[in-house]
């Protein structure tokens, strides 16, 4: 099992709808997560003093081909569907690696 960490800014006028459409994801998108070897995962929201709302995700994969199971991911319809609601609400760290919409982190210390 490998624990992924991730950042992203919200457009400050989105939270809202952010936040209302994970209060009720789709059934099929979850059970995409779960198909594709995702496990507890949860994402918060933090506002900085400056106003910028920014979310942190994480989850732990417990597959053998991380990009394989992502790559089935973005292929779903339905989860295409639903990023088309996400998406727009999201603002990209300018400074994330080429290919990525969420920043990855460094995982600096974990205990059990």
Request: net charge negative; charged share 25%; aromatic share 16%.
């Amino acid at each position: 099992m490998k624990r992924y960490g991730s950042v992203l800014a919200l457009h400050p006028e989105k939270v809202a709808e952010y936040k209302k459409l994970h209060a009720a994801v789709w059934p099929d998108v979850l059970a995409m997560i779960k198909s594709c070897h995702m496990q507890n995962y949860s994402i918060f929201l933090r506002t900085l003093e400056d106003g910028q709302p920014y979310l942190f995700s994480y989850f732990e994969y417990t597959g053998t081909d991380y990009k394989a199971d992502m790559a089935r991911m973005a292929a779903d319809e339905t989860t295409q569907k639903w990023w088309s609601f996400c998406i727009p609400c999201q603002k990209p760290l300018s400074d994330r690696e080429p290919g990525e919409w969420w920043a990855g982190m460094e995982e600096v210390f974990h205990t059990d």
